[in-house]
Every structure is written in C-alpha cells, then in structure tokens.
C-alpha cells in the first residue's frame, strides 16, 4: 500500500523545502545539574499570579473556552493602552505569524524578511505556498533601505523582529516608521515584538499601527512572562487585517487555561518589574564579562546575548565544553551565524557558571 501512494498523495509544493524547527535542547544524558539558556526563557519562571490562575483553572476544564477571547484582549488594550476590537490572540506569536502567511501570502508570492531574522517568518512562507526573500543586515542589524530595495511586486508580507532574536539588535523607532511609510501600498509589514518589554520605552511599535494601516504588531507571553510553555500570544493591527486573521482562526485556538493564565500574568506587576530589571541588570553583566573574556557581543536589547567567537570552528568547540559543564546554549548557524552562540540570560547563579565555563574555554585557547 505505501510505495504507490507516496508518489500520488503528494503535500503542497514547498512544504517539503521546510526544515523542521530545532527548539533550544533542555537535557544532557547522564546530568542532573543542567542549566538551559537555549531558548530565552524567564529563568524566574511564571509569576504567582499565574501560577494561582493556572491551578483554578483546573476546575473548569469540562468548559469550552470563549470564542472571543473578549476578557484577555480588554486586559491587554488596559494594560497598553490599546483599541481591544483590533487585538486577537493566537497559541503563541507563531501562530499569529502562520495567520499572517496564511491569509495574506500564497503562491507566487514573497514573504520578505532580514538575514538574521526568526526562523518561523520562512517556516510560515513555505507553508503557505510562498516563497520566502532574505535582505541583508548591516552589522548584525536590521537595514532599512537593504530591506526596500529587496521589495518587488509579489512581496505581501515584510517581518521584523525589533528587538530581533538572534542577534538582540534593535533599530530606532524612527527607522521602522521610515520602513512603514515608505514601503509600497501592497506590503503588509510586521513588527514581531516578542522581546519589546526588555528594550528601555519601547512600545514595540503599537502606536505606529494605530498610525497607519499597514502595520501589525506581535506579542508574546512566552519571554518576559515565562510562560513559553503555555503556548499565548496576540497581535494588534488595524481593524480590516484583524478581521482577516479572526476568519482563519480556530475558534477555539486558545483554552480557558491559556485565557486565565495570560490574564493572570498580565497583572502581576511586581513579577514583570523584577523580571525586566534583574533582566537588564544580568544581561550587561555578561555582556562585558564575555568581552572581557575575548569573547565580544553586540548591545543586546533582549533577554539574551550574542557571543561572537574567532570562526565557527571555535564557536562550536565552546559549545561542546560548555555541554560538559553542564550549560545548554544556542548554536545559530542555521540562523547564517555559525561562530556565534546564543545565551540566554539566566539568574544569577547561571550567568556567573556559563561566564565562568567560558573564561576556562577560553584560557586554554591561548
Ligand atoms: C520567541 C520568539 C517569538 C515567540 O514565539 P511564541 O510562539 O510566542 O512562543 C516570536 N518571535 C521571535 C523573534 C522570538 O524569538
């Protein structure tokens, strides 16, 4: 049965050019000890709040949740000042990305996005149909006009992530209204937000959507609010492309526990003040500690630092002694940066064994 229907029953073109997503690894054999700093989560974890609302939530588990998440959406147009009507929510900000492919990219048409950019904007284009277009960084940063003029008559969605992941560089807000405005009417440009918290008065752009009516902002619940385990984020857009991703959406894509922790979390202030500053605190300690070390890193305006080493060779050594003591990074050579490694910033403790496995690392490359 099998051999025949492999030729016949065939996936659309491009699914098969997709490469399955590597989530950041979690375990070592053989260790108990294991620190993971491989996919930028809160090493604080969820709040309390989150926490309470997670185990009430337990009791309603017969119930189908909310269509509308009417209740989630009005907590976050509260928070950040936002019009609730252009809010939707997804199982994370990929899903969000994926509705964004889906609805408005198809065969033919191009899904552009920078060099360095998050591996989810091509996973997204391919399976929608699309064809997915890279526009160099400068210096490991986004580039406006690199970006503008890799813009053709088939593009119809343009990502950004600002701050962006790998990298953790972030362009002026003057720069992405630049992008906006000058960007042709038939580009649909969106401003993944998914590290916006960390970077100092940023609103990840929600005032330029509210501006203009070819933006679209992504969230997440999966950094700052340690929840990446829970699968919620939202997107903020103007009114016709919201109504275009709410026909997409499942129903029922979220779950009343998804609903109530998210909600939960939102208001837990001291729990996202003390994130955001130990954040900060941490990050720049390891920041210089590794360029002290020979180990130089960009400014980082996330949760995480980019450590670059002599060549891929070297890169890829420190990662295998790092393994042996214990500490998970991130290798992001599929991301065109194999001498580098991704570190998220851990708490304390963390942050002061991985600078310290590195200097080791790094002693005996002299
Ligand atoms: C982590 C991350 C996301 C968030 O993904 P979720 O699906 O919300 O967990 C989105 N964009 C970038 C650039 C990220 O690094």
Do not use: A, C, I, K
């Given at each position: 049965m099998g051999h025949s229907m492999d030729k016949d029953i065939r996936p659309q073109p491009g699914i098969m050019d997709i490469a399955l997503y590597q989530g950041g690894s979690s375990k070592i054999a053989g260790r108990d000890d294991v620190v993971k700093?491989?996919?930028?989560?809160?090493?604080?974890?969820?709040?309390d709040l989150a926490r309470q609302a997670y185990l009430r939530a337990g009791h309603d588990l017969h119930r189908y949740p909310s269509t509308d998440h009417a209740n989630l959406r009005a907590a976050l147009a509260r928070q950040f000042g936002l019009d609730a009507a252009r809010i939707i929510c997804g199982a994370g900000s990929d899903e969000i990305i994926s509705f964004l492919c889906q609805s408005y990219a198809g065969p033919k048409d191009e899904v552009l996005y920078s060099?360095?950019?998050?591996l989810m904007y091509r996973i997204s284009a391919l399976a929608a149909g699309a064809t997915p277009v890279v526009a160099p960084e400068t210096d490991r940063t986004t580039d406006v006009d690199a970006l503008l003029a890799a813009v053709t008559k088939r593009t119809r969605l343009l990502f950004i992530a600002n701050p962006n992941n790998p990298t953790g560089t972030m362009i002026p807000l003057s720069e992405v209204e630049r992008l906006a405005q000058k960007l042709p009417r038939h580009v649909l440009l969106v401003l993944d937000g998914a590290y916006a918290e960390y970077a100092d008065g940023y609103d990840g752009g929600a005032a330029l959507v509210d501006a203009r009516e070819n933006v679209v902002m992504t969230r997440t619940f999966s950094k700052l609010y340690g929840l990446g385990g829970l699968r919620v984020g939202w997107g903020y857009g103007p009114q016709h492309v919201i109504d275009v991703l709410n026909r997409v959406r499942g129903p029922f894509n979220l779950s009343n526990v998804q609903l109530d922790v998210a909600e939960a979390a939102l208001g837990d202030a001291a729990h996202i003040t003390r994130s955001v500053s130990e954040n900060a605190r941490l990050r720049d300690w390891l920041a210089d500690r590794l360029t002290g070390l020979g180990v130089p890193t960009q400014k980082s305006h996330a949760n995480f630092v980019l450590g670059q080493f002599r060549d891929a060779e070297q890169a890829a050594a420190c990662n295998a002694a790092l393994l042996g003591e214990g500490l998970i990074v991130r290798q992001v050579a599929s991301y065109g940066l194999p001498d580098c490694l991704r570190i998220t910033v851990g708490d304390e403790a963390a942050c002061r064994r991985v600078a310290h496995a590195i200097g080791t690392f790094m002693d005996r490359q002299r």
């Open positions: 700093l491989s996919s930028n989560e809160n090493p604080f974890g969820p709040g060099q360095h950019g998050f």
